[in-house]
T-cell receptor, first 111, second 114 residues
Framework: NAGVTQTPKFQVLKTGQSMTLQCAQD?????MSWYRQDPGMGLRLIHY???????DQGEVPNGYNVSRSTTEDFPLRLLSAAPSQTSVYFC??????????FGQGTRLTVV | AQSVTQLGSHVSVSEGALVLLRCNYS??????LFWYVQYPNQGLQLLLK??????LVKGINGFEAEFKKSETSFHLTKPSAHMSDAAEYFC????????????FGKGTMLLVSP
């Protein structure tokens, strides 16, 4: 079982570029979410999904888009990267009565 | 709405000493509570969780935590620290067993000295 897989692990973008962070899970979990981790801020929720075709905003959604076409995949899109989006991004999945399982993270730098 | 407060962004202990990491939460409904550990450049790994039932929960690596409803606390303890325990620890709360969101504290870095 791979669990939650995030790609890429590292990425450097120039301001204004776009990119997609990939997240896939093989546990058939209904609920998936994206967090960003910044020093001294803990993990803050960006977007989440309770199932295919259903997404909603979290605490810090501005500048990010998501979609959920399948149960397995939950990509996070940055349409026009800004230096403020430099962070470590974590994808997580969970199901009823289970804890959240996290990917290994994507370290993004926007210059 | 729910929130988590972790007291102390850094905690330093000597190897063999007691580890105590503090977590207080607020939740309008009975909470599910979690402690996660993050080693450098790694993802988050579950240490332990409280859902219902016994208020003292044991986790991996000798850690345990006690849910105290009257104090709205879920402090993490370990009787004897090891060098390998040095990491960042996050307390998190979820409203229930459903799909409500997980809210994290800001984390506590545990430093262990020889």
């Amino acid at each position: 079982n791979a669990g939650v897989t995030q790609t890429p692990k590292f990425q450097v973008l120039k301001t204004g570029q776009s990119m997609t962070l990939q997240c896939a899970q093989d546990m058939n979990h209904e609920y998936m979410s994206w967090y960003r981790q910044d020093p001294g801020m803990g993990l803050r929720l960006i977007h989440y999904s309770v199932g295919a075709g259903i997404t909603d905003q979290g605490e810090v959604p501005n500048g990010y888009n998501v979609s959920r076409s399948t149960t397995e995949d939950f990509p996070l899109r940055l349409l026009s990267a800004a230096p403020s989006q430099t962070s470590v991004y974590f994808c997580a999945s969970t199901s009823l009565n289970t804890e959240a399982f996290f990917g290994q993270g994507t370290r993004l730098t926007v210059v | 709405a729910q929130s988590v407060t972790q007291l102390g962004s850094h905690v330093s202990v000597s190897e063999g000493a007691l580890v105590l990491l503090r977590c207080n939460y607020s939740s309008s409904v009975p909470p599910y509570l979690f402690w996660y550990v993050q080693y450098p450049n790694q993802g988050l790994q579950l240490l332990l969780k409280y859902t219902t039932g016994a208020t003292l929960v044991k986790g991996i690596n000798g850690f345990e935590a006690e849910f105290k409803k009257s104090e709205t606390s879920f402090h993490l303890t370990k009787p004897s620290a090891h060098m390998s325990d040095a990491a960042e620890y996050f307390c998190a709360v979820r409203a229930d067993s459903g799909y409500s969101t997980l809210t994290f504290g800001k984390g506590t870095m545990l430093l262990v000295s020889p």
